[in-house]
C-alpha cells in the first residue's frame, strides 16, 4: 500500500496493522506512528516536525532537507556548564575515538594518525585533555564536549603552549569554549605553570576577553624526558624570529697597498664620522593591533600569538 499526501494534514496516524511506504511530497505539521507499526518512510520535500512513538522502530528515508525532526519524545538538553569536567585524554582510554572524532570535525586528518597522536598523552607532557559532559543515561560513557593540548615551552620552564582548542559545532556560543580555557588554567596552577601561550587567526577578540594578550612566539616541546639534559633541548630551534639579522658593514681601516717598484701608496681618505643624531623615538611601547600580525605559519597564513600569565 502506498500513500501520497498532498495537502497538510495537522496529524497522521497509521494503524498498527498497516505497513505501508509512505512519499509525503507536501509539508506535514506532525506525523505520530502506533508502537507497533513498523514502516518505511519517504520524505520527498520539506518535513516541519516528525515525532514517532518511543517505541516505535521506525526505518525513515529522508532525501531533501528537513526542517527539524525528533525521534525521541523530549529534546536532548544542552550540557550543563556546572557539571562539566576536564579529564587528561590518557585517564580515559574508552574516549579515544570519540576525541578524535571531535578534533577531525574541525581538523580532518587521518584517523589513524589522530589516534597515534592522542596516545601519546601523558603526565609529562604533551597532554591532551577532555572536556566531558555526563550523559543522560547514567551507565554511558560521558559525552566529549571539548579538547585542548598542553605542551612544554623550551626555555620556559614555567610556561605551557596551548594547541588544539576545539568545541564540538553544536555546542558553540554557548559559554563552553570559556569552561574549557578557565579549566585549563586551573589544570595548569595546580602543576605549578605560571604562563599559557597559544596561537590563533581567527579568535584573537575571545582570547582577549579572557585575559590574553599579544605576545611573541615560543618552541613547543613535542617530547620532554628527564633523561634529555637541558644542553641538548637547548639545541632544537627555536620560533624563527621576524626579523632577520642584519650585519654591520666592515668600518674598520684598510692597510695601504705596498708597490714592489717604489714607496708606498698614500693611504686612502678617512671614512666620514658616523652620524650621532637619531631619529626620535615614540614615547611608550607602541600599541599592538588585533587586527594586523607579523608572523605566518608554515602555510603562510597569519596568525596571533597571544600570551596570558595565570
Not at 516536525?49 to 525513515?60: C, F, I, K, N
Not at 564540538?168 to 579549566?183: I, K, S
Not at 613547543?220 to 633523561?227: E, P
Not at 639545541?235 to 621576524?242: E, I, L, N, V
Request: with cysteine; hydrophobic share 35%; charged share 20%.
Amino acid at each position: 500500500m502506498e500513500v501520497i499526501l498532498n495537502t497538510s494534514p495537522a496529524e497522521l496516524t497509521l494503524d498498527p496493522a498497516c505497513q505501508p511506504e509512505l512519499t509525503l511530497r507536501s509539508s506535514l505539521n506532525k506525523l505520530t506512528l502506533d508502537p507497533a507499526h513498523h514502516s518505511e518512510l519517504t520524505l520527498s520535500t520539506q518535513l516541519a516536525e516528525l515525532t514517532p512513538d518511543s517505541t516505535s522502530q521506525t526505518e525513515m528515508t529522508l532525501r531533501p532537507g528537513l526542517a527539524e525532526l525528533n525521534l525521541d519524545p523530549e529534546e536532548t538538553p544542552i550540557p550543563n556548564l556546572a557539571e562539566l569536567t576536564l579529564e587528561p585524554v590518557h585517564c580515559r582510554p574508552e574516549l579515544l575515538d570519540a576525541c578524535a572524532d571531535l578534533i577531525n570535525e574541525q581538523w580532518p586528518r587521518s584517523r589513524a594518525s589522530r589516534l597515534h597522536s592522542l596516545g601519546q598523552s601523558s603526565e609529562a607532557f604533551p597532554l591532551c585533555l577532555m572536556l566531558l559532559s555526563p550523559c543522560p543515561a547514567h551507565e554511558a560513557a560521558p559525552i566529549v564536549v571539548g579538547h585542548a593540548r598542553l605542551s612544554r615551552v623550551l626555555g620556559r620552564p614555567q610556561s605551557l603552549l596551548v594547541e588544539t582548542v576545539v568545541v564540538a559545532r553544536a555546542l558553540r556560543g554557548r559559554g563552553f569554549g570559556r569552561r574549557l580555557m578557565e579549566g585549563l588554567e586551573v589544570f595548569a596552577q595546580a602543576r605549578g605553570f605560571h604562563k599559557l601561550h597559544l596561537t590563533t587567526h581567527d579568535q584573537m577578540h575571545f582570547y582577549a576577553h579572557l585575559g590574553y594578550q599579544l605576545g611573541e612566539p615560543v618552541q613547543g616541546l613535542v617530547f620532554t624526558s628527564r633523561h634529555l639534559p637541558t644542553t641538548l633541548l637547548s639545541a632544537f630551534p627555536r620560533a624563527p624570529s621576524p626579523w632577520l639579522p642584519c650585519r654591520a658593514p666592515n668600518l674598520t681601516a684598510q692597510v695601504a697597498p705596498m708597490d714592489p717598484k717604489g714607496p708606498p701608496l698614500p693611504p686612502p681618505p678617512p671614512l666620514p664620522e658616523p652620524l650621532t643624531t637619531s631619529l626620535p623615538t615614540p614615547s611608550g611601547n607602541p600599541r599592538k593591533s588585533l587586527l594586523v600580525t607579523k608572523y605566518q605559519n608554515l602555510r603562510g597564513c597569519p596568525i596571533f600569538w597571544m600570551e596570558k600569565d595565570i
